[in-house]
């Protein structure tokens, strides 16, 4: 094997213009904000099509009513039109306007009702009168429609005409699924949900970065295969499982790609494992980005990782966001909107999972060829010229570590871990080495 071919294999980082990658990320974002995507249904699809102008993604359909462990394939929910008129006839809710307006998976109905029952059906956020909240009733069928506090605040007692131009019927749930062949059957998981509306941190910036690195990594010949996903949360990653038991094993290192274009420093939540190579690898990543960052353990909340972390699997699989989950007050809420997410750190995100990925691509062991005593580096070329200066010199402390520690025991993510030393360093003193037949593979 040529250690050539898989050191570098991935991180043509520097290559990569990321400004460029940036801004295309942002217009993915912005041309599948307007649709309304929901667990099922057209809009899903849509967006799911509209990623195939990116990526040769296969998309999946499976029955509604199918038994996915506990869970049941759910009727399949499409939507038309919704709103609510006032006694004078005046559209007062307009789902045309904000498809956050109605909640997601709300019935067919079309009745008048009084202010106090449609205020039962109503919601809205005090906290932030000009914001639409993002509601859903998947598994209970219900109606009921999102508007701002000042909305709601100019409701007066008169009927009203609430009409909602939905179907919820058997169908399809959908989900797309790429999967790019490595030199290798062990898999790297990257999972994104994309059921949500109009919101674009939760989650289009998910999307977006997924779609992207898909893009990035097709042309290149790696170690480990790679399987991306696009599914709705939760029943869409029970029913993968489900489904597709037998491949689990395969999955080696996983990721749950969600808010990643928001200001804020990355987060990291640790697979259920907590100390997988996954975890381990985006630790070392950050650690070494020189920004601030928070490291979480797993908590069974949050996104897909809850499936893929539930004790049978218990995959290792962690969530690298920048705010995660919950915890932006724009989470839920219309103002998850274009403004919100920034080419600059949609770039940064990308980045961060490109070295994430090189880690695993390249974290090997190797063996000392010539461990009694040091090699002379000076005679193969690997050492200063000129001896004596105190500058740098942190390329031959990179290749020193390798060789000391390069037993059969050490990775060179364990190496670059007990060095201090940033992981390209020791991977490139790794290649070096190699080069030079000094380290042999275990
Ligand atoms: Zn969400």
Redesign the pocket.
């Given at each position: 094997m040529n250690l050539s071919d898989s050191i570098n294999s991935v991180s043509s980082i520097n290559s990569i213009d990321l400004n460029t990658v940036g801004r295309e990320m942002y217009k993915l974002i912005s041309e599948l904000y307007p649709i309304c995507r929901s667990i099922t249904g057209d809009g899903l699809r849509e967006t799911l099509r509209h990623i195939q102008t990116y990526i040769p993604l296969s998309i999946h359909e499976i029955p509604t009513g199918t038994e996915v462990f506990d869970w049941t394939v759910p009727k399949e929910w499409n939507i038309r039109d919704a709103y609510i008129k006032n006694s004078k006839g005046e559209k007062i809710v307009d789902y045309k306007k904000s498809n956050l307006h109605l909640v997601n998976y709300s019935i067919p109905f079309h009745q008048k009702v009084s202010l106090n029952e449609l205020k039962e059906h109503l919601f809205s956020l005090p906290e932030h009168p000009d914001w639409i909240p993002y509601r859903t009733s998947y598994y209970r069928e219900n109606w009921g429609f999102c508007l701002t506090h000042h909305q709601w605040l100019e409701l007066k007692d008169e009927e009203y005409e609430v009409c909602i131009d939905s179907s919820l019927e058997k169908g399809h749930l959908s989900y797309g699924e790429y999967y790019h062949q490595g030199r290798g059957l062990d898999e790297v998981l990257i999972s994104s949900?994309a059921c949500?509306p109009s919101?674009c941190n939760?989650?289009l910036s998910g999307v977006a970065l997924t779609t992207f690195l898909a893009k990035h990594l097709t042309p290149l010949s790696l170690r480990y295969s790679y399987r991306f996903l696009f599914i709705p949360?939760t029943i869409g990653s029970i029913a993968w499982l489900c489904l597709n038991e037998s491949k689990v094993p395969r999955i080696k290192h996983g990721l749950v790609v969600a808010c990643v274009g928001d200001p804020s420093r990355l987060t990291y939540k640790r697979s259920r494992r907590g100390d997988a190579e996954i975890d381990k690898a985006v630790t070392h990543v950050l650690k070494h980005s020189d920004q601030d960052c928070e490291i979480m353990d797993f908590a069974p909340y949050g996104y897909d990782e809850r499936q893929f972390c539930s004790p049978a699997f218990n995959l290792p699989v962690g969530s690298l966001t920048r705010t995660p989950?919950g915890r932006f007050p724009q989470y839920?809420t219309s103002a998850d909107n274009l403004d919100l997410v920034h080419p600059e750190y949609l770039a940064d995100s990308f980045a961060t999972y490109l070295s994430v990925l090189d880690v695993l691509e390249n974290n090997r062991k190797y063996l000392n060829q010539n461990p009694k005593c040091e090699p002379q580096l000076g005679k193969r070329g690997l050492y200063r010229a000129v001896g004596g200066s105190a500058d740098d010199g942190t390329d031959e402390l990179a290749m020193l570590w390798v060789l000391n520690l390069s037993d059969g025991k050490h990775t060179l993510l364990d190496i670059s871990e007990r060095s201090g030393l940033p992981f390209d360093l020791i991977r490139d003193g790794a290649k070096a080495l190699f080069e030079h037949k000094l380290l042999k593979e275990c």
């Open positions: 949900h949500h919101l939760d989650n949360g989950h839920h």
